[in-house]
């Protein structure tokens, strides 16, 4: 399943160019910098293997040109593309050592910008992107930076669901970013960057599920960078997926005169399985539909991964159907993953879950889900895995099912076997993870569900989470009296000491908040790291006056 950092991955901070083989160093051994940054940006794999060599040579002009702080902040840009998580720590030295030597410096202000946008951390990238504004940064630039510092904060949570539920508490990202992203678009003159900024728009439409719109950037860039194949060969993925069968396969068919491009095999492959797959269902026995699958096997073998790329989408969908029900691969044979190590059924319901997400920012999309639904009926019924893990998250299926609201998808895998008490990496069980969910009535509805099968309404995760805790920090009243009729430990306490009348206080849900003061809980002072606390001045402090003057009401009642 394509991982949501790969948004940013695919579209950098940084801008980027797609170069030829360029040395970027002279005969006398100095280095050309337009050629080095053209190097450093290009997305490729054969410009990330010249990365070690270009640094060498960066230091070695830097002997000879002093501490000259555009090449240090070179160097420092080469050092993260040769390695972001390890090479940053030498590039933020590096982007100092360049502030010192001429404070002020703009490309090493708009350098620590990126990574601090990176880290998702708000404060210090606001700062830092506000220096650079004063500096004279382009404005494009400017809002490119501000567009990945609020996608990170959202993928940040987005990658890890299990993790702490304090870390994100933005409302909608990604449309702050996309105003971002069309603002630094129409901007933008440099043809390399505007190409990026529009492969970044590109996927965050995808994942949105606007496939108009997603069409609609990808043509922009190829328009302003017609040679960048890799991303060219992740639209005609991307087009296959839709049913534009033949648009696809006519870029696709293109980047295999060039080496290195196995997907755009996979993509002409996928397209002649599609009409395999339509004839099969008209006329299983017909000797044009098995001439029609010896052509598309022909071109394409892996039918493993074949029945896994199709099971992604709606418009693919009927060949993996097809393959199973007509035998030609056998899914209890054994779980094949893909990359990121899903089943195909985890990826129908990480599918699913894509779209549930789609709907709550763009609820007018069209949104079918018949097809994914149809081959997770076969795969179920043919023997699939309903307890594998899915990367999203590091946690059971039917974790991944209930905290996207998916509730006839929990109710397939739950008559399919799925156990309900397993936990994720980080502690997460279905129920806690319904709890979480920001699909309350769909959160709700999985938890009537889960409770009967003995789901364990007190387990805790790693952050010593509860479902309750977590329920009350969602706003679900619901689903908090559902837990709390099912014998939920009021006095629990979390990491930070909040029980859950804090958590509702700090959410601002007035019916939650009543639904745990019926259950006698009491306004009780906490000592956190910043002194004594309580659920009134948490109420008061996140601007949730009435629920404030409630909670200072029961608190004299209770004095």
């Known amino acids: ?62 002997k000879v040109r002093g501490s000259d702080p555009d090449y240090l902040v070179l160097l420092a840009r080469a050092y993260t593309r040769m390695s972001p998580q390890f090479g940053s720590l030498r590039g933020a030295q590096l982007a100092e050592e360049a502030l010192k030597v001429k404070p002020g410096h703009l490309e090493a202000l708009l350098y620590k910008a ?33 567009a990945g510092l609020s996608m990170m904060e959202s993928l940040n949570a987005r990658a890890n669901p299990g993790g702490s539920p304090y870390e994100n508490d933005s409302r909608n ?18 043809a390399a960057r ?12 995808v994942q949105l599920g606007d496939a108009a719109k997603a069409k609609t950037a990808a043509e922009a860039a190829i328009a302003a960078q017609p040679e960048a194949r890799s991303f060219i060969e992740r639209y005609a993925g991307f087009l296959m997926h839709e049913g534009e069968v033949d648009r696809a396969a006519e870029l696709a068919g293109k980047l295999t005169y060039y080496y290195g491009y196995p997907k755009a095999e996979e993509t002409i492959g996928l397209a002649l399985y599609l009409k395999w797959a339509h004839a099969w269902e008209k006329a299983p026995r017909a000797s044009r539909t098995e001439k029609l699958f010896e052509a598309a096997h022909q071109t394409y073998k892996n039918l493993p991964g074949i029945l896994h790329t199709a099971s992604g989408s709606e418009a693919t969908a009927p060949v993996a159907r097809a393959m199973i029900l ?14 990121d190590g899903d089943t195909t059924l985890g990826n129908i319901v990480l599918s699913l879950s894509d779209l549930a997400f789609a709907r709550q920012y763009a609820p007018s999309g069209p949104w079918p889900t018949a097809e994914l639904r149809r081959l997770m009926a076969v795969l179920v019924s043919h ?90 920090r969602s706003g679900n009243p619901a689903l908090v009296r559902l837990l709390l009729a099912h014998e939920a430990d009021v006095r629990h306490r979390d990491e930070r000491e909040y029980g859950p009348l804090e958590h509702a206080a700090q959410s601002g849900d007035m019916e939650t908040v009543k639904a745990l003061l019926a259950a006698d809980i009491a306004v009780r002072d906490i000592v956190t790291g910043c002194g004594k606390t309580n659920a009134v001045r948490i109420a008061e402090q996140a601007g949730h006056k009435e629920i404030a003057a409630l909670l200072r009401s029961r608190r004299r009642e209770e004095a």
């Open 326 to 339: 007509a035998d030609k691969v056998d899914v209890r044979s054994g779980d094949y993953r893909d990359q």
């Open 1 to 62: 399943m394509r991982t949501w950092i790969a948004l940013l991955c695919a579209a950098g901070l940084a801008g980027g160019a797609l170069a030829s083989d360029m040395p970027a160093i002279t005969d006398s051994g100095d280095i050309r910098y337009e050629d080095a940054i053209a190097l450093i940006e290009d997305e490729s794999p054969a410009a990330s293997r010249q990365m070690a060599l270009l640094i060498r040579n960066i230091e070695a002009a830097l």
């Open 173 to 190: 990202p990604w449309q702050q970013a996309l105003e971002e992203l069309d603002q630094a678009a129409a901007l933008e003159n440099n």
């Open 114 to 146: 990126e990574q601090a946008a990176r880290s998702g951390c708000r404060p210090c990238a606001s700062e830092l992107i506000e220096q650079a504004a004063q500096a004279g940064a382009p404005p494009a630039r400017l809002h490119v930076l501000r």
């Open 194 to 205: 505007k190409a990026r900024i529009q492969r970044w728009i590109f996927e965050m439409q």
């Open 383 to 472: 023997g699939a895995n309903p307890n594998a893990w899915v990367s999203r998250g590091r946690e059971p299926m039917l974790a991944a099912a209930a905290r996207s609201g998916q509730v006839e998808t929990v109710k397939a895998l739950l008559e399919a076997g799925a156990r309900v008490n397993d936990r994720g990496a980080t502690g997460t069980t279905a129920l806690l993870a319904a709890a979480q969910s920001a699909h309350k009535e769909g959160a709700a509805e999985i938890a009537k569900l889960l409770v009967p099968l003995k789901a364990d309404v007190n387990a805790v995760d790693d952050y010593r989470q509860s479902p309750l805790i977590a329920a009350a």
